[in-house]
Antibody, heavy 122, light 107 residues
Framework: QVQLQESGPGLVKPSQTLSLTCTVS??????????WSWIRQHPGKGLEWIGY???????KYNPSLKSRVTISVDTSKNQFSLKLSSVTVADTAVYYC??????????????WGQGTLVTVST | DIQMTQSPSSLSASVGDRVTITCRAS??????LGWYQQKPGKAPERLIY???SLQSGVPSRFSGSGSGTEFTLTISSLQPEDFATYYC?????????FGQGTKVEIK
């Protein structure tokens, strides 16, 4: 059974960089067809896709966040990470790491981490 | 970006009711649509992929249909554990975009 677990500080000061890591267990991050992604949810609101990384290192980001986002992968540790710079209170959210599987015909998110609340505050 | 519009935003229903939720895409997305269920304080969980295929472990009372710009999620007989918020997600292009959610509440 694949499991994803987010880790990182729950409190970040404005203008600083939010850093989260997702540890994947029960499966290899280096398998073909899997896109390792971050999604966030503002308190009481809907879901926002942040971006993905493939094990090869290729990335795609949401244009709304692109200038501030970096997603990286460490295949030796079976982890991938999110960095979001210059945060403001508007970045306060629950952050989820997820696995999106894409076959030749379709894609789906088949596993979600439990989520971690990151609060931006002084 | 592709805009996903869900309706209704909320509904009240009773156990045993048939429930239908609609998701409309701002442009054609073939059948590249998934449905996800979220309970309070929990991460979303998988339900449907490719518009109509049940993800592993999902009860058969859930079904999906549609193609192009209009999609539906149907719960054939609502169970107590189905009271939750449901989201559609388009997997057709980047950035991925979600519908705003439909909250299913107990009548």
């Amino acid at each position: 059974q694949v499991q994803l677990q987010e880790s990182g500080p729950g409190l970040v000061k404005p203008s600083q960089t939010l850093s989260l890591t997702c540890t994947v267990s029960g499966g290899s991050i280096s398998s073909n067809g899997y896109y390792w992604s971050w999604i966030r949810q503002h308190p009481g609101k809907g879901l926002e896709w942040i971006g993905y990384i493939y094990y090869s290192g290729s990335t795609k980001y949401n244009p709304s966040l692109k200038s501030r986002v970096t997603i990286s992968v460490d295949t030796s540790k079976n982890q991938f990470s999110l960095k979001l710079s210059s945060v403001t209170v508007a970045d306060t959210a629950v952050y989820y790491c997820v696995r999106e599987y894409c076959s030749s015909t379709s894609c789906r998110i088949d596993y979600w981490g439990q989520g971690t609340l990151v609060t931006v505050s002084t | 970006d592709i805009q996903m519009t869900q309706s209704p935003s909320s509904l009240s229903a009773s156990v045993g009711d048939r429930v239908t939720i609609t998701c409309r895409a701002s442009q054609g997305i073939r059948n590249d649509l998934g449905w996800y269920q979220q309970k309070p304080g929990k991460a979303p969980e998988r339900l449907i992929y490719a518009a109509s295929s049940l993800q592993s472990g999902v009860p058969s009372r859930f079904s999906g249909s549609g193609s192009g710009t209009e999609f539906t999620l149907t719960i054939s007989s609502l169970q107590p554990e189905d009271f939750a918020t449901y989201y559609c997600l388009q997997h057709n292009s980047y950035p991925r975009t979600f519908g705003q959610g439909t909250k299913v509440e107990i009548k």
